[in-house]
Structure formats: structure tokens, C-alpha cells
């Protein structure tokens, strides 16, 4: 399977890493995709803006670079997701190759999106993320960090919902 992250910035012509996300709770995955979504499309509308509000000097960065750079992202593929959902499985195992450039492009993007979070709380429309999702927004990213590292996977310890 393509990489979800591959919609980031990456280089297709790195050699390629299967990161393997083992025991990945399915109902939280959906809730934590629905807020970065929520969050994207307020990034790229804010970035857009004819008139913008005005924002703290950090927000306004981070702003231009999830909104420009990440706003506009493509759909991940989500086909074995939502059919284990539909089946009423509660967690999956997935794989992925991606370019080894993913782990640190990976980790540039939970950097900003820990700060977007933060405005989450603050000043911005999408709320933050409960503790649950952010948990696993974490696990998630850390995972291709992790693995494009050569480490091995690490599964999500839950909780499931």
C-alpha cells in the first residue's frame, strides 16, 4: 500500500521502507483523521483568506505552512480501513512503503501540528484532540519516524475507542 503520509513532502526517488502499523485502533484512527482534516481545511481557508483575521505571529506561520503546504493534501487510502470497520473489527494491521525521506518529513509535520494544536485550545475553530486521539496522532507519526529509522514496529497499546 502507498504511504498516506506520501501526500507530505518526500522524495519518490529514496529508497523505499515497509512501515508496518500493527494493532491500529480503527474508531480512534477515524476520529483523529476527521480532526487533521477539520484542521487542514481551517489552515488552508485561513491561508487563502482575502482578508485574514488578525493572528498571532506564530499562528500566521504556521498557517502558511500547513495551509499551503498540507492544506491542499490529496486522499489517503482508507479501502482495508473502512472495511474492517465495517466489519465490526475494532483494530488492524497495515503496511506501507514509503520513501525513507517520509521519517524525517514525517517528523517535521508533527512539529507543526503540535503547535497548530496548541492554537487548537487557544484561538482556532477546530478543537483540540482529546488525549485519546492525540495519543495515537503521536504513535502514528512516531511509527514511520520510527521504522524509516530501521527500528522495528512498536504496536498501539489502546485503548481501542
Known sequence: MSSPLGRYASDPDDDRVTVALL???LKVWQRAAEHHDELMREMALLALAADPPELPKRLT?????LGQQ???AGSRPEDDREQ???DGRDR???SYEVPRSAGPAAARMRALLDEAEEYCRTTLLTLQQSPVEAA????YIDEFVRQTQGLPP???PGPWE
Open 23 to 25: 494493532g491500529a485502533p
Open 61 to 65: 506561520e504556521l498557517v502558511q505552512l
Open 70 to 72: 498540507y492544506g491542499a
Open 84 to 86: 474492517a470497520l465495517a
Open 92 to 94: 488492524i494491521d497495515l
Open 136 to 139: 495515537f496522532s503521536a504513535w
Open 154 to 156: 512498536t504496536p498501539w
